[in-house]
């Protein structure tokens, strides 16, 4: 993922691993059709009250409800957040979800829930563990999301750490480190190399390009502070709610 919005040159940052956040699923208990219709509004739909995850982050959490709404995860309207705090109050008082971080990942795996947002590259992983696992990206969008290097500015042995960089990023070792943990390499080569053998379909290995719908995230450091008081507020009232 080259020319990301916070790096447009690539002056400042190497990518070495890049994906997004969809919806892992469970193919025997949660529909096609369900999750095209209702995209995220799926995580409303009380045919599968008690049996959903939410992902203890307050960025994701809360790009998933502005989506639903067909807000942009970038907007600064203090409405449209409002809205999307009225949407997960919705979700943890009326749809029971467990809220949950890494662990995610292997309950995802062993079916524990129909539905969880998740990683692409913990998707990749779960689908791999379990036949039964899907992964689907609404068309309301999503976060897309790259994992870089950079030097800081008072590194002590830059050259090092670029030679570390070279490193990492050469095919071999991009090729073993994307295998091991299931996100998808910026290295190209790698990327299509393992998207035809170890992850050979498992769609949630190549995240879609080009969506409009899609976005990268900004910073804005008032608006995410707005974010994280915001989910606090929901944790406390899933925490009521039980």
């Known amino acids: ?11 400042y940052s190497v990518p070495y691993f890049w ?3 969809g919806i892992s699923y469970d193919k025997r208990k949660v529909s096609l059709a369900d999750l095209e219709s209702e995209g995220y509004n799926i995580f409303l739909d009380t045919k ?55 662990e995610i990942i292997d309950n995802m795996a062993n079916a524990r829930k129909a539905l969880g947002l998740v990683y692409s590259g913990d998707a990749a992983y779960i689908m791999s563990e379990n036949k039964n696992m899907g992964f689907f990206m ?4 999503t976060n897309i999301w790259t994992d870089a ?10 050259k090092l750490a670029m030679e570390f960089m070279k490193f990492v990023t050469n095919y071999s070792e991009a090729k073993k480190n994307s295998e091991f943990v299931g996100y998808t390499s910026p290295n ?29 995230f900004g910073y804005d450091a008032k608006t995410r502070k707005v974010i994280a008081e915001l989910w606090s507020e929901i944790k406390v009232i899933a925490s009521n709610a039980e």
């Not at 290097?149 to 830059?158: C, D, E, Q, R, T």
């Not at 190209?188 to 990268?216: C, M, W």
């Open 149 to 158: 290097m950079v030097i800081p500015k008072n590194a002590s042995h830059p």
């Open 48 to 102: 599968y009250k008690g049996d959903i995850y939410l992902y203890d982050s307050e960025r994701d959490s809360v790009m998933m409800a502005l989506k639903a709404l067909g807000y942009s995860m970038n907007t600064k309207d203090t409405s449209q957040l409002n809205q999307a705090k009225d949407w997960l109050s919705q979700c943890v008082t009326t749809m029971e979800p467990e809220i949950v971080t890494d």
């Open 188 to 216: 190209l080569k790698v990327e299509n190399h393992l998207a035809k053998t170890t992850f050979k379909g498992i769609n949630a290995y190549t995240p879609r390009t080009k969506y409009s719908q899609d976005e990268v």
């Open 1 to 11: 993922m080259l020319h990301a919005s916070f790096d447009p040159n690539n002056d």
């Open 138 to 141: 609404p068309k309301e969008g």
């Open 19 to 21: 994906g997004s956040v």
